[in-house]
């Protein structure tokens, strides 16, 4: 039985015990449910990897309360500094090298020279980073390949019996994961974009160069994450891109004021707006999938959601959610 925590003093107290005594807790954080495990337990960390069914190829973020905790594990230089100092707490994940005496188990790592870190920015997450005084392993809490968690209930739908516990801080704020960026080479890399804008890095670091095409970047391997795998976030449904309006066997994912008649939609944000349509994306994907199979739909069609700011990672969600499987 998976228990569910308050999100009080008490119940982050004994999350924080049952990470220290190797098990995995679920806790909020600012953009989507983590998985977490106490990143230096090499047993804790492997459990992960099979309560999601996640490939060992694709590495973990390790979560610290602070930069100084953070930067205990990875090498910071200048442009790491800047960016901490601007993002952190906050949606944004640092690939940097892993320093020689890092404690972070291998697997975490996946095996590599880098370590991916991130200082979140929800009070539930940060008072369990503290109260576990260990640096926290945590991918999104739900199965791998499957639409991320935003609220207590999706990863119980996930994981309910695979984990130890779920500590219920409610609704995660952003919606979308963090976005990862590589600063181990000499120029700064997009791995994933996500709640950090793109627009608000580059202001403090200059260019960053974007990633390949998922689906080039597959095809001549030259992945520099090993995570960013095409078919991810996949409801059950298949989805299709940029449609106009659903088929009488779809359902339509939509996006602003104009919406055309579908047999069951869900409005990402009727006004249009960024912010709230990633905070909604992953419930309305789950909605649509659920309700949308309930009523014999073979389809999930999704309106066309502009690329700038936010738009950037709401568009690599869905694309991944539509990429054959
Ligand atoms: O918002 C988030 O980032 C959430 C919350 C829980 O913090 N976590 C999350 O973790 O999305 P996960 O495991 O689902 O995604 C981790 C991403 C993957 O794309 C993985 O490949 C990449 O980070 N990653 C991790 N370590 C890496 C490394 N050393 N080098 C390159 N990419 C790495
Ligand atoms: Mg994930």
């Known amino acids: 039985m998976t228990r569910r925590l308050g999100a009080d003093t008490s119940g982050i107290a004994e999350a924080a015990s049952l990470l220290r005594s190797g098990r995995l807790v679920a806790f909020p954080t600012e953009t989507v449910y983590g998985l977490g495990a106490d990143a230096t337990d090499d047993r804790a960390v492997a459990a992960v990897f099979e309560a999601k069914g996640r490939p060992h190829f694709n590495p973990l973020i390790v979560h610290a309360a602070d930069a100084a905790g953070a930067f205990a594990l990875g090498r910071a230089d200048e442009r790491a500094e800047r960016l901490a100092q601007a993002f952190w707490p906050g949606p944004l994940t640092l690939v940097l090298p892993c320093r020689r005496d890092c404690p972070v188990a291998l697997l975490a790592r ?25 640096p926290v392993a945590a991918p999104s809490a739900n199965r791998s390949g499957a639409v991320s968690p935003t609220a207590p209930q999706h990863v119980l739908e996930d994981l309910a019996g695979r984990i130890e516990a779920v500590v219920d801080g409610g609704a995660c704020p952003i919606g979308v994961e963090s976005t990862v960026l590589d600063l181990s080479g000499p120029v700064p890399v997009l791995l994933r974009p996500g709640g950090a804008t793109i627009e608000a890095i580059e202001e403090v670091i200059g260019p960053v160069a974007r990633p390949l095409a998922p689906e080039a970047a597959e095809a001549s391997r030259t992945l520099r994450s090993p995570g960013l795998l095409v078919s991810h976030y996949a409801p059950v449904l298949p989805v299709r891109l940029l449609a106009e309006r659903a088929g009488e066997d779809e359902a339509l994912l939509a996006f602003g004021p104009e919406v055309p008649l579908a047999p069951l939609a869900f409005n990402l944000s009727e006004r249009g707006d960024l912010a709230e349509a990633a905070a909604r994306l992953f419930s309305g994907l789950r909605f649509l999938d659920a309700e949308g199979r309930a009523r014999g739909l073979r389809r999930i069609a999704a309106m066309p959601v502009p690329s ?18």
């Open 308 to 325: 700038s700011g936010l738009g950037l990672a709401i568009n690599d969600r869905l694309k991944r959610a539509a990429a054959p499987r």
């Open 110 to 134: 996946s095996g590599l020279e880098t370590v991916a870190l991130r200082v979140p920015a929800h009070p539930v997450a940060l008072a369990l980073l503290r109260a576990a005084a260990v």
